[in-house]
């Protein structure tokens, strides 16, 4: 023991067995110091977003908000033109079950399109056929061709958000992979705190043409930020390994069957029918009202919308986004429940609130975590997948709630899909089970022979949940 004791002391650099052991427990401090170090807001890097908003960044938001303008100036109103083009309130559920169905329909093609034409061309794409067909609604009571218009600016629209939200996952680094999705999640939003309440307004006051043309001017005018996004071609699908949380792995394409990866997307899937019920119907709710009002709890939910879903991926990437599933889905059944109350405007503002904070949490947390559990390889399948939930959702619900609300009203139907909404409880709840971190030296005492296998994340998550914990000798 002495003669270790001296090697120690007198050997440089700790040579010797002895020497070797204090060399690995200085090791060891520091790696708990620098993991503590990143996991406090990501290591001193400014959380603001500026440190992420390179140009290609700046562009796709420029696009991006210019295609969500055009789709959320006209969401409200095309229903409504259907309605009162002597469709009812079927039609009306009809024109968003259309454009939906076209948003999903051209969201299953998406990724092979990404890998055979790039970013660049696919969001041009979708731009265009946003945009220009709206310019013939004026022209087209008839349902038919309504219907058919609504099909092309859906398939736009499918191209538009599904190229975006994988571009933006290839931009950000993966430690602030949340918060990048929260600053685009703003992007997307900020056109519905305008435009929704914007475009019922301007229906009433100015006609629907106007409207209209309105609409298709914001998405094509978008196209000039297209020519400075990446011109490559989204990468092909190679045989990396998926991360499904129970620790096993899958390979290539199998990864979308991932069981980490399908939780979020089945609660966003139940979450978004009620998007597409309120969306749609609460204009027609309330007929004995002013829009004005309509308008002003629209643009509550659209302002409490991108908030949250900022704000929930500033927390997901300090806590983990599984923690925040439960509570948004509890968030906006409450707030869909209120609407039981819809000729009340205090009941009708606050609901909206409360379903729109709900809401941006939920599309924050599932986009996050599905992309988290996923190879990169697989970027472009994760976010058609997380769009075709979305965009599915609110057709569905816009179409079945038009055929509910006949026979039980609307305050009854709003009760009725708060109850649906509920049931996605159990996913969240599961999935939040499933993956609650566990600290090491929670299960076992430490050994400083193990020190080497205490490694930081790959992935450059620094997230509290994820350091390593190594007491002090």
């Not at 220009?132 to 309504?146: D, K, V």
């Not at 994988?166 to 685009?184: C, H």
């Not at 409360?354 to 986009?367: D, E, I, R, S, V």
Request: charged share 15%; with cysteine; hydrophobic share 45%.
């Amino acid at each position: 023991m002495d003669h270790q004791k001296g090697a120690s002391a007198e050997t440089p650099g700790g040579m010797g067995p002895a020497g070797s052991d204090a060399e690995t427990r200085r090791s060891g401090r520091d790696l708990q110091r620098v993991c503590e170090e990143t996991s406090k807001d990501a290591g001193k890097r400014p959380r603001d977003g500026t440190g992420i908003l390179n140009r290609p960044m700046v562009l796709l938001l420029t696009a991006s908000l210019g295609a969500l303008g055009g789709f959320y100036l006209l969401a409200p109103v095309v229903p409504l033109y259907a309605a009162t083009s002597g469709a009812g309130g079927v039609g009306a559920g009809l024109s968003t079950g259309a454009m939906m169905l076209g948003t999903v329909l051209t969201e299953f093609a998406v990724p092979a399109l990404l890998r055979a034409h790039g970013y660049r061309t696919v969001t041009g794409l979708g731009l265009f056929l946003l945009g220009a067909p709206a310019l013939l609604l004026p022209a087209s009571a008839s349902m038919p061709s309504l219907l058919g218009i609504c099909l092309a600016r859906g398939a736009g629209l499918g191209l538009v958000v599904v190229a975006g939200a994988a571009l933006i996952a290839e931009l950000v680094p993966a430690d602030r992979r949340g918060e990048g999705l929260g600053l685009y999640g703003v992007a997307v939003g900020v056109p519905s705190i305008a435009c929704l309440p914007l475009g019922l307004w301007l229906s009433e006051h100015v006609g629907y043409g106007p409207v209209f043309a309105a609409g298709a001017a914001l998405s094509l005018l978008a196209l000039a930020a297209v020519p400075g996004l990446p011109s490559r071609r989204a990468r092909p699908q190679r045989h990396e390994e998926g991360h499904e949380g129970n620790g096993r792995t899958r390979r290539g394409p199998a990864v979308l069957r991932d069981g980490g990866i399908a939780r979020p997307a089945l609660v966003f899937a139940l979450v978004t029918p009620a998007a597409g019920v309120l969306l749609t119907f609460l204009p027609l709710a309330a007929p004995g009202r002013s829009r004005d009002l309509v308008a002003v709890a629209l643009l509550v939910q659209s302002c409490a919308t991108p908030f949250a879903r900022w704000a929930a991926g500033r927390y997901g990437d300090r806590h983990g986004s599984a923690r925040l599933l439960a509570p948004a889905v509890l968030a906006a059944a409450l707030g869909t429940a209120g609407l039981f109350w819809v000729d009340n405007p205090v009941a009708m503002i606050v609901g909206m609130g409360l379903f729109g904070a709900g809401y941006g949490m939920a599309q924050n947390a599932t986009l996050a975590l599905m992309f988290e559990r996923a190879p990169e390889s697989a970027y472009g399948q994760v976010s058609a997948t997380w769009n075709l939930a979305y965009d599915a959702g609110l057709g569905v619900g816009a179409v079945g709630f038009g055929f509910l609300a006949g026979p039980v009203g609307y305050p009854a139907g709003f009760a009725v899909t708060a109850a649906v909404l509920l049931t996605a409880l159990a996913p969240a709840l599961y999935d939040r089970a499933r993956h609650i971190p566990v600290r090491k030296h929670e299960t076992r005492r430490h050994d400083p022979r193990q020190e080497s296998d205490d490694l930081p994340p790959a992935t450059g998550d620094t997230r509290p949940s994820a350091r390593v914990s190594t007491p002090e000798p």
